[in-house]
């Protein structure tokens, strides 16, 4: 490896039953192909490997649901993969069983995202989830003992028929874990999903409440001591000999705009102005890497004024400033003057030149704050 690129994601699709809501590649069941996928993987990363760094920065395993791969596999996968100073896998919490919490740490995941999503039973429902919350309170004791100590719990708020008692009690649940993370998020009715058939309607008539809803969540981590770094994203602040910065560093790479590999059915990369999309068919892909040919896939140009738009639009979700130089035509000037004199930008001068941000009342306004600031 000699190339610049420092985040790796890879794409592991199967699951054991794919929520109402979820949209993205998935794949239920199909044990008996994990092994022919993971020689997949292996063998689209000895072809596109050569762009990634000699030191990774960050590694993460996303799906679909990891840990559903057979446990053998998913072995082979990670100690196949390079060393990263972060690595992260997302697991649901009913996969969690003592065995596979020792085989990640001692395959090297330094990092483990559990998705909660809630806490109430009859929410759980609606969202179709089979993981309990005694399964999520399991899944967390027994990564612990595994030695983990950097753990994510992913939320969801604006379920159909959840309140903000609810949500409250949701929020209670997670920081009594005691989590290093937090990743809270809007739910979404994505369109041709059969939760937006089902629920759509009511998720309408409920939108009004979703700005509170998250105003809600905001005040209570902030409360808690968690730093609101990025919008949907909270983490606990760094404090006495435990002085790490908690943020999730493979996310960040996102959102600061950096190239990155992505490996798999529908996987993405971008890397020196060219994004690639892996296509999704599972078939297809398997098929392709079998021959020894890359995976059918899309390839887009990214060019400079998209490179820096995306950089506008994915940086202004941080809490951090971007420097207003970097940003050229895609800013508009006369936007950031109005919206700074209404409180919703802030904006500094030091030696390297000026800087804005959102301010907290902006944050909460979100995406219409940053398309009025774009050219």
Known sequence: MSGHVRHLYVHLPFCAHRCGYCDFVTVVGRRGRHAAYVDAL?????????????????????GGTPTFTVPSELE???????????????ANPETVTPALARLLRAAGVTRVSLGAQSFQPPLLEVLERHATPEDVRRAVRRLREAGFDNLSLDLVYGIPGQSPAALDRDLAEALALEPEHLSCYELEAKAGTRFAHAHGLE????????????????????????????????????????ARDLRARHNLGYWRGRDYLGLG???????????????????????????????????EVVDE???????????????????????????D?????????????????????AELRLSPRGRYLGGGVTVELMA
């Open 42 to 62: 292996l063998a689209e990363f000895a072809l596109a490997g050569e762009v990634l760094a000699g030191e990774v920065e960050t590694v993460f395993l996303g």
């Open 265 to 299: 059915v529908g996987a993405v990369s971008t890397v020196s102005g060219e994004r690639r999309r892996n296509l999704p068919s599972l078939g297809r892909y398997v098929a392709a890497l079998a021959d020894g040919r890359p995976p059918p896939r899309e390839v």
């Open 305 to 331: 004024v998209t490179r820096t738009r995306e950089r506008l639009l994915l940086g202004l979700r941080l809490d951090e400033p971007l420097r207003i130089a970097e940003l050229g035509e895609v800013l």
């Open 203 to 242: 998720l309408e008539r409920q939108a009004e409440a979703l700005e509170g809803y998250f105003e809600q969540v905001v005040e209570t981590l902030t409360q808690a001591g968690f730093r609101w770094y990025e919008t949907a994203n909270f983490c606990r602040e760094p404090s006495g000999a435990d």
């Open 76 to 90: 082979r996968l990670l100690g196949a993969l390079p060393a990263a100073e972060e690595v992260t896998v997302e």
């Open 333 to 353: 000037e006369a936007a950031v003057s109005r919206l700074a004199e209404r409180g919703l930008v802030e904006l500094a001068t030091d030696e390297d030149g």
